[in-house]
């Protein structure tokens, strides 16, 4: 009974899905939570709270250890690890990892007596990772993009202007600020190369899903950039594992979880991607024609292109789609986060939020709206602390009204700021945490005026790793992967409702108008 294995190192959590491929079924789902599972790391949401500057760091030894427990929990239960053939996993998409040369020897011969942990931390050179969350490098930005000659040179090369969260942009803020750190590092690892080099047991290369998402990798190229290289940090192309396709086959798992977890030492490691690469694979949606929208830490809409399409603005990307091809991706910075600050602000639960919210509220919400940035936004790019409200008579804001603002804001967002896309979905393929919230899904369907479909697999990441490993390992064809396990589930599809396309289009002009009103610099 041959099985495959996929991995999820996310924000929030590291997850696992296992694949019986005979039978073409899920056999089992396994996630070890940052805030309740390792609560000792005090990063509830999976970072370290209160960073300065708008720097947002993880401790990259809490991956590790949820990476163990992960595996403790499979090896427990009825999974038989032995019957592992292939094994793929999807990272949080930009944060980096750096280690010294002395990595590459012990991971290559990790003791099974010891912990991961307790192996790795001493080559870390930056005791901490700035995530996707992190803002600080504006300044770093700006230097890349004039040391290029402006923002349509480093995006026709890396798909994106200098974005702040970008890995390029993070690692040349690094190595501006902590000289004898920089010097000390002999290997710079993104989430999902530093997690795959574990599992491999050897330090692996950066695919190409991921490593477009890092403002270094030429596109057109699939290599290095060597201007951009240049214009981040000094001595960096030595300091970078290769890219490549991110259906190479690396080797075999690492005797660690062989010696302790019972797998097979002949499973293979395919390299892993980034969470929204994967998750374009795990929503069947890896050829062009489908639109995904993933509601997870953060809000992301993305979809497969046959050709890289760049967004003038510049909040859009490009990154690799694992299965051939490129993908746009737009991300939303107050994605889960601000949901929960509504949710726990007005005291309710996630189902209040549709019986005591959505149900109790009109479709566009009599006018009254909200531009959603409780923290400041990456799309569009705003700095901000708290909600803007539009509309509303004055003193009055009842709970109800204020979650359906809430959402409404957000998707309007969403629509407004992916027409440069120039994709006209049928259907809105719907994932990540909040898509199993049918008030949610019934909003997303009504402000886009399409069905919103929803999988029957919640991590549509994990799912995505563990197809593209059966895809590369066992040679299954990508339609069988998707006909088995990309099939909305049945009775969750979401219709929307009639008479809303005229309500939402004088909402959405009231959104612009209001956006444009309270952030006046922004670009047209
Ligand atoms: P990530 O992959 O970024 O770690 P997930 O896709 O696992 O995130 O989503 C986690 C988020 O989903 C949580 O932060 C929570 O806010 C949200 N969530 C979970 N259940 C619900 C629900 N029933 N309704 C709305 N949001 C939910
Ligand atoms: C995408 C992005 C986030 C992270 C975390 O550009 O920054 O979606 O991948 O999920």
Known sequence: MPLVLGLDSSTQSVSAVVLDTDSDSIIHEESVSFGADLPDYCQPSGFIPGGENGEVHSDPMMWLDALELVFSRLAQSSVEMSDIVAVSGSGQQHGSVYLDEGFIDTVGNLDPRETLKGQILSHLTRQTAPIWMDSSTTVECGEITRALGGDTEVCSRSGSIAIERFTGPQIRRFAKTSYDGWELTGVVHLVSSFMASVVAGKSVAIDHGDGAGMNLLNLASGCWDNELLEATAPGLRAKLPSPEPSATVVGNVSQFFVENHGMDPNCKVVLFSGDNPCSLVGMGASKPGKVVISLGTSDTLFAAMPEPRTDPNGFGHVFGNPMGGFMSLICFLNGSLARERVKHSLGLSWSDFDREG???????????????????????????????????????????????????????????????????????????????????????????????????????????????????????????????????????????????????????????????????????
């Open 358 to 524: 959505l149900a109790q509220t009109p479709i566009g919400n009599l006018g009254r709206g909200m531009l959603p940035f409780f923290g400041s936004e990456i799309t569009p790019r705003v700095t901000s602390s708290e909600a803007v409200y539009f509309g509303w008579p004055e003193g009055e804001r009842e709970p109800a009204a204020v979650v359906r603002a809430l959402l409404e804001g957000q998707f309007l967002n969403m629509k407004v700021s992916s027409r440069w896309l120039g994709v006209s979905p049928e259907t809105i393929y719907l994932t990540g945490g909040a898509s199993k919230n049918t008030g949610i899904a019934q909003t997303v369907a009504d402000v886009f005026g399409v069905p919103v479909s929803r999988l029957s697999v919640p991590g549509s990441a994990a799912l995505g790793a563990a197809m593209r490993a059966a895809n590369a390992v066992c040679g299954i064809p990508l339609d069988s992967l998707e006909a088995s396990f990309c099939q909305p589930d049945s009775g969750s599809t979401v219709q929307p409702r009639d008479g809303t396309r005229e309500i939402y289009e004088e909402l959405e002009q009231k959104w612009v108008s209001a956006l444009h009103e309270a952030f006046p610099l922004l670009k047209d």
